[in-house]
């Protein structure tokens, strides 16, 4: 980083919806210089920033220095740190999305879902730092420029593939006073797995039967064991990639999904909401490693399959 | 059967909705004297009868001797013939159903989808001859009393567990001078095996996604693959109940099927209009004949766990 300790962080969100207004508020709230990309909010938010209502925060605003329709309008020199907060779905060219502001100091934030998801970006920037980030937040876009928050809020984070850079702490530290819970670890991978073992077994779930909350999955006596074993298939696939998971970590998430109240998952609104869904993202990337590590997946294989052609029946119907 | 054979035979359906009426049109136009015990039809059927529209057989219509709300209003002696149509779902009771009208010498068919459902029939009447027929056919009900046949009509059929009774024979003889094709089978559990490897596959796929076509289900490029695994898990289970099913039968399904124009599944009718889903006889006696023979059937348990989430949640819902 060339910026010294006290210029404030530059910082531009690419793709700044329900999340990325969330984290930009804090780090604005932090003192930072938070910018952002928005495509279809653009004119609320040129006009009105962004509100973020939080029972747990109180209200908060992000006014940003610059509201853009692409990054490549970004102006005063590179930023800081480039955060990335769009859905990893098809048709979504993330290197293209940010390409225009990336300089050569830089640093990429991903506050995205899915399992390896990071290479193309490395490949695509060899020279920048990369931070891969993971949010624990329950929050949603209720009108333009308008967020509410529900629940938590915290980030988990490091460099890719492994380390903690202080960038990566300096980033840490402006969420921390913007009252962001942030965890840095060492393996972000090991995490970005752990939170896999959830996303890729309840998010495709959910869409099968259009759509079942976590009460309908777990409730039927039938669906807490295949929940489990779908679980245990991923913690194969992880081990077999490096990242072994904590054998305790499956039964957790169910109780711990068990004793919250029920709700749908990203996958079931985005599919009740006729919107792209993460399925290569969050399974068909998780299918595709355990092909590779040769795990046998057939419970994983079969959520793909309904998935795919839950898609593919999406994409027939105009929306 | 103590009737001569100059006698007409009495024959009682009970249950008859599209398919009781279907076949019970061909019997009464191959002099047969047929009645009906039917519920929700009963006024509309005591007046007018059933009408059955067919481009195939053209129209039809079936005036029943006796039009009975159960059949234990069933007069003049037991019948020949004691035809049980009803779907196979829970808080049904099949054997109450029939039981006030079967005598000594009469033969109870079943007409009906799943496998291993006839134990539960057997054990009830062990004195009596029990057949056991499968209907490739599609008709629906269309409006009360009214049945439109759309395509096929076959119907296989043998004594249960095994062999061709000159009962059968006597059954198979009206039916095809009624205009249906019959096919009779010494082993009617191998054919209700080999029927429901498509059953136990396409109908719970179907379900999923609320609702799949068989050009959903077959188009996605995960589909048929999926389809086919899941078929050899059938084949599996049923080879080690003794009842191998022909190799190369998986592979005509799916290729007949995705030759055939789209269409739905009787379960993902069911699901859509919100009717009990023949989950347990198609799927869950499968299932459960796997756990005991031991064969690893995963994908099957998996799409058995997802229905049961979907059948939950549908109870859940007032209609």
């Not at 460099?159 to 850079?165: K, L």
């Not at 074993?229 to 169910?254: D, K, N, S, T």
């Not at 009740?272 to 046998?296: C, S």
Request: hydrophobic content about 45%; some cysteine.
């Amino acid at each position: 980083m060339t910026n010294s300790q006290q210029a404030p962080a530059r910082i531009l969100i690419a793709g700044a919806g329900a999340i990325g207004a969330f984290y930009g508020a804090a780090l604005q709230a932090a003192g930072a210089e938070v910018s952002v990309a928005c495509r279809s909010e653009y004119e609320t938010v040129r006009e009105h920033g962004y509100r973020i209502h939080s029972g747990q925060l109180g209200e908060r605003q992000l006014r940003p220095a610059q509201t853009l329709r692409s990054v490549a309008g970004y102006q005063g020199g590179a930023p800081d740190y480039l955060v990335l907060c769009v859905k990893v779905v098809e048709g979504v060219d993330r290197v293209a999305l940010i390409r225009g502001a990336v300089g050569p100091d830089t640093a990429i934030v991903l506050i995205e879902n899915g399992i390896e998801i990071e290479q193309e970006i490395a490949q695509a920037f060899p020279g920048n730092e990369l931070i891969s980030a993971l949010a624990f937040v329950q929050a949603s876009r209720v009108a333009p420029g308008e967020v509410r928050h529900f629940a938590f809020g915290a980030l988990t984070f490091g460099n890719y593939p492994n380390g903690v850079s202080p960038c990566a702490q300096r980033f840490a530290a402006l969420l921390e006073a913007g009252n962001v819970k942030c965890t840095l670890t060492e393996n972000v991978l090991a995490v970005r797995w752990q939170k896999c073992m959830w996303n890729a077994v309840f998010n495709p779930i959910s869409v099968l039967g259009a759509v079942l909350d976590t009460d309908d999955i777990l409730g039927a006596c039938e669906g807490a064991p295949l929940v489990q074993r779908a679980m245990q298939e991923v913690c194969a696939i992880a081990a077999a990639a490096g990242h072994p998971i904590p054998a305790e970590l499956a039964a957790q998430f169910i109780e711990g999904t068990r004793k919250a109240p029920p709700y749908k998952t990203s996958m079931a609104l985005d599919f009740e909401n006729a919107r792209g869904m993460e399925v290569e993202a969050i399974l068909g990337n998780t299918v595709r490693a355990g092909r590779r590590e040769k795990v046998a997946i057939p419970i994983l294989e079969t959520l793909y399959a309904l998935l795919k052609m839950v898609e593919r029946k999406a994409a027939k119907i105009p929306v």
